[in-house]
T-cell receptor, first 115, second 116 residues
Framework: DAGVIQSPRHEVTEMGQEVTLRCKPI?????LFWYRQTMMRGLELLIY????????DSGMPEDRFSAKMPNASFSTLKIQPSEPRDSAVYFC?????????????FGAGSRLTVL | AQTVTQSQPEMSVQEAETVTLSCTYD???????LFWYKQPPSRQMILVIR??????QNATENRFSVNFQKAAKSFSLKISDSQLGDAAMYFC?????????????FGQGTRLTINP
């Protein structure tokens, strides 16, 4: 398996533009997570899907952020409009259950820079 | 709310020596899971080791082992025979039921440097 695949790896955009980050989870994993990593706040969970259904989006910063999972093999995280404070590395992770624990496999991340 | 604290922002160790990274957590749950993840400069997050809270035996994966003290809510990672490739950020993480869903909460990380 190729692992969790994220695109783009790097994105530089201007304030006010729409940004779409994409994720292909590992086949057979039924949970998907979006995390954001910054120096100041560390790793923050934004949203969590189980069987394509959003379970908890309490970590989504504000209405400018939205996430979808139309099927088991694809998810998007959209920021519209983007702001400089959204600059971060965004990770997607998918998971399977081992002895009751969600064992996460992370993608390589998408580094977003908003100018 | 569950929190994870890594009190050592940076650590360094000589190659081939042993180093221990500290982690404490706060929870009122009795059933949960603990993890250590490694993030090298490539920024890929890699699972190092996992511990189930209901297991008393400490988890071990080759040169990596943990010291899980449930009563003290402590979960330290020991790296034996440190190698240059072990240099990375190490994140401790807690997974329990939060608002009805099992979610991973991370500590702030410890940057480990290996001195040749």
């Amino acid at each position: 398996d190729a692992g969790v695949i994220q695109s783009p790896r790097h994105e530089v955009t201007e304030m006010g533009q729409e940004v779409t980050l994409r994720c292909k989870p590992i086949s057979g994993h039924n949970s998907l997570f979006w995390y954001r990593q910054t120096m100041m706040r560390g790793l923050e969970l934004l949203i969590y899907f189980n069987n394509n259904v959003p379970i908890d989006d309490s970590g989504m910063p504000e209405d400018r952020f939205s996430a979808k999972m139309p099927n088991a093999s694809f998810s998007t995280l959209k920021i519209q409009p983007s702001e400089p404070r959204d600059s971060a590395v965004y990770f997607c992770a998918s998971s399977y259950r081992v002895s009751g624990a969600n064992v996460l496999t992370f993608g390589a991340g998408s580094r977003l820079t908003v100018l | 709310a569950q929190t994870v604290t890594q009190s050592q922002p940076e650590m360094s160790v000589q190659e081939a020596e042993t180093v221990t990274l500290s982690c404490t957590y706060d929870t009122s749950e009795s059933d949960y899971y603990l993890f250590w993840y490694k993030q090298p400069p490539s920024r890929q997050m890699i699972l190092v080791i996992r511990q189930e809270a209901y297991k008393q035996q400490n988890a071990t994966e080759n040169r990596f082992s943990v010291n899980f003290q449930k009563a003290a809510k402590s979960f330290s990672l020991k790296i034996s025979d440190s190698q240059l490739g072990d240099a990375a950020m190490y994140f401790c993480a807690y997974a329990g039921l939060i608002q009805g869903a099992q979610k991973l909460v991370f500590g702030q990380g410890t940057r480990l440097t290996i001195n040749p």
